[in-house]
């Protein structure tokens, strides 16, 4: 596996932390976010366990000491009952959907290899996840939730959604944070404000 490098070296987000880029607002919200990482409340602790296995395979994080949390806010949003507002015609509410989806894939996981998913090598695992997102599963354990539906709006969205909201994916992919109150002003393709991150160049380093 070929050494992850981000092309945005030293830069850290959290540096705009005391400077005009953030009102008091932001620093409250971004230390909210860095501080104060739910408890579970709402998903059985098989669940949870299952969800962190699984999260571990659509956003794999080995180069972090600190992984990005993304099981609590999940877990906290499901608490809460906050969804985006709208649910598909096919699909549940969203609390029993999960609690329906995450059930559905600890079966498959037993009936095709008598382990939990946990206890599944990586292969195995991503094999299982891609046969639920192209629906290549038992009804049985489904029910009325398509699965395809389950892991493209509901699992595969909300992992990767948490993930891009935490300070840490923010440097990584050199992105400034909330636009408040200084904004964004140069919003064309490849442009950027001088004060947001530049990219390095590794092609001119390594020729």
């Excluded at 699984?54 to 990005?68: D, F, K, N, T, Y």
């Excluded at 095709?112 to 629906?135: M, S």
């Amino acid at each position: 596996m070929s050494e992850f490098r981000t092309p945005y070296l030293t830069y850290d987000v959290l540096d705009k932390r005391d400077t005009p880029s953030w009102n008091d607002q932001t620093r409250e919200a971004v230390r909210q976010r860095l501080e104060e990482v739910p408890k579970r409340r709402f998903l059985t602790a098989d669940q949870w366990s299952l969800l962190e296995a699984i999260c571990a395979r659509l956003m794999p994080q080995p180069e972090r000491e600190e992984p990005v949390p993304i099981v609590p806010w999940i877990d906290d949003m499901l608490h809460r009952n906050e969804g985006p507002g709208y649910r598909y015609a096919d699909m549940p509410p969203i609390r029993e959907a999960w609690r329906q989806g995450l059930d559905a894939i600890a079966a498959e996981a037993r009936n095709r290899h008598g382990k939990c998913f946990e206890e599944l090598p990586p292969i195995e695992q991503d094999a299982l996840l891609t046969d639920v997102q192209h629906n290549r599963v038992e009804s049985r354990y489904w029910r009325d939730l398509p699965a395809g539906g389950f892991f493209l709006h509901q699992l595969l969205k909300q992992v990767v959604g948490v993930y891009y909201s935490h300070p840490a994916a923010w440097s990584e992919i050199g992105f400034g944070g909330p636009a408040s109150p200084r904004g964004y002003a140069r919003l064309g393709f490849d442009e950027r404000d001088p004060w947001e991150a530049k990219e390095y160049d590794f092609e001119a380093d390594d020729a």
